[in-house]
């Protein structure tokens, strides 16, 4: 069994409740209805009923009524959620007046839903920016415990079985915090990890905190901080095998690993891949996805408290699915 029929075959088997904010959106309302004709998830769409129901007749779907239909306009709990939004920021400077405002926009509205209990996870980007999607993530569900900052996570299915998983590799930040410190980086490590058991169902994640550096082959700042993130991820997670700083080499291929770093348990047989920062992450799994002809999956929004997911604008009914199922999985394990 392939890693994506993996993750949608599990999401089945234990359904969670996504919200689709953007509900009037063409791509999203089609793979809504596959979603929920498949059992992928209990599917909760936002948006004006007339609306929905007019453009699922115009695209000949015929599942959207099994799915939970609001509109945030005229919603019975749109005061309730008006004066929860309130109670989170009223100590920001929101009044209640603004809370009103802010629910009837449906990527607040979903996260409330979250926040109350009575959803479990929600996808956006079809049509808004990522910081619509993540602003009232982090104003309303906040980051998970012991974590500041959120990441992005990328799962890369590559052509080569003897490296990571069969081939697979979790790999991150790819996508949110452009220049972390130490103390950042240690948590987007034991997110990634966290993400790779969750996400792609690795029993043993094993995390490479990479650098240009092998147990100290040169001397920089920009190690030392890999050197202290990696000490900072041990005392998070006790439990989680991570090692660092390793080379990209010394970290997948098991001969350069026991030659740079003898002794590690890491080097030679990672699965997970932290990279220092952003910008080498972003550049270094797009070499990967285009040089390597590897599928990239993602990024997986990882660091808040329950899953908020964020859709390429250029994203495909069939992207909008899988982020379903990833988000889903994601859920399992938050709870």
Request: charged share 25%; hydrophobic share 45%; aromatic share 2%.
């Amino acid at each position: 069994m392939d890693l994506i029929t993996s993750i949608i075959e599990r999401a089945k088997a234990n359904k969670q409740r996504i919200v689709l904010p953007e509900g009037t959106e063409e791509r999203t309302l089609t793979a809504a209805d596959r979603a929920i004709a498949d059992g992928l998830a209990d599917i909760i769409i936002l948006g004006n009923i007339d609306e929905l129901h007019a453009l699922a007749d115009k695209l000949g779907l015929k599942n959207i009524d099994k799915a939970t239909l609001i509109d945030p306009a005229t919603s019975p709990k749109r005061e309730e959620y008006a004066q929860l939004l309130f109670e989170l920021r009223k100590k920001k400077g929101m009044t209640i007046e603004q809370a009103r405002e802010k629910v009837l926009d449906p990527l607040y509205y979903g996260c409330l839903i979250i926040k109350s209990g009575e959803a479990d996870g929600q996808i956006s980007g079809a049509l808004s920016t990522t910081g619509d999607t993540l602003r009232p993530a982090l104003q309303i569900i906040k980051c998970a415990p012991g974590i500041t900052c959120v990441s992005g996570a990328m799962l890369m299915i590559t052509q080569t079985p003897q490296f990571g998983e069969d081939g697979v590799l979790v790999v991150g930040d790819v996508a949110v915090t452009p220049m972390p410190d130490a103390a950042q980086l240690a948590q987007i490590a034991v997110c990634t990890a966290q993400t790779a058991k969750s996400v792609a169902g690795f029993a043993d994640p094993r995390v490479a905190m990479l650098s240009f550096s092998t147990k100290g082959s040169a001397k920089h700042e920009v190690v030392d901080k890999v050197l202290e993130a990696t000490k900072i991820a041990k005392e998070m997670a006790p439990e989680l095998k991570i090692d660092g700083e390793l080379q990209a080499d010394a970290a997948l291929v098991p001969s350069v690993g026991k030659k740079k770093a003898p002794g590690s348990d890491i080097a030679g047989n990672a699965n997970v891949l932290v990279f220092p920062n952003l910008e080498v992450g972003n550049i270094g799994y797009k070499l990967v996805q285009r040089l390597g002809n590897a599928d990239a999956i993602g990024p997986i929004l990882q660091g808040i408290a329950r899953p908020v997911n964020d859709l390429s604008r250029g994203c495909s009914v069939d992207d909008i699915y899988k982020m379903v199922a990833i988000t889903a999985c994601q859920a399992m394990d938050a709870k």
